[in-house]
């Protein structure tokens, strides 16, 4: 286990050292991680990425219900 967790900083720091200035090096960071898991890469993808789960559950949902009960729900709205 703390091979896997040496060779895992290790390869951060080689894929950081490769930037030449500090903007390149968050930069390059910001790209490692989003390869490793790419939902925790930026804040910007992770709510991206709830905001899609969020619309493909309510999507999921209006699938569920009933064809009756949708027909009365658009009545409703007009």
């Known amino acids: 286990?703390?091979?896997k967790s040496s060779?895992?900083?290790?390869?951060?720091f080689q894929w950081i050292s490769s930037?030449?200035?500090v903007k390149d090096q968050r930069a390059?960071?910001?790209?490692?991680?989003?390869?490793e898991d790419p939902h925790k890469?930026?804040?910007?993808?992770?709510?991206?990425?709830?905001r899609n789960l969020?619309?493909?559950?309510?999507r999921s949902l209006w699938r569920t219900l009933p064809?009756?009960?949708?027909?009365v729900y658009k009545d409703a709205l007009s």
Do not use: G
């Open 1 to 3: 286990m703390p091979q």
């Open 7 to 12: 060779d895992y900083l290790t390869s951060i």
């Open 19 to 21: 930037a030449s200035t």
């Open 28 to 35: 390059s960071l910001q790209d490692f991680q989003a390869k």
């Open 41 to 50: 890469a930026n804040p910007r993808q992770q709510l991206l990425h709830s």
């Open 54 to 58: 969020k619309r493909s559950r309510r």
């Open 67 to 71: 064809e009756s009960d949708i027909i």
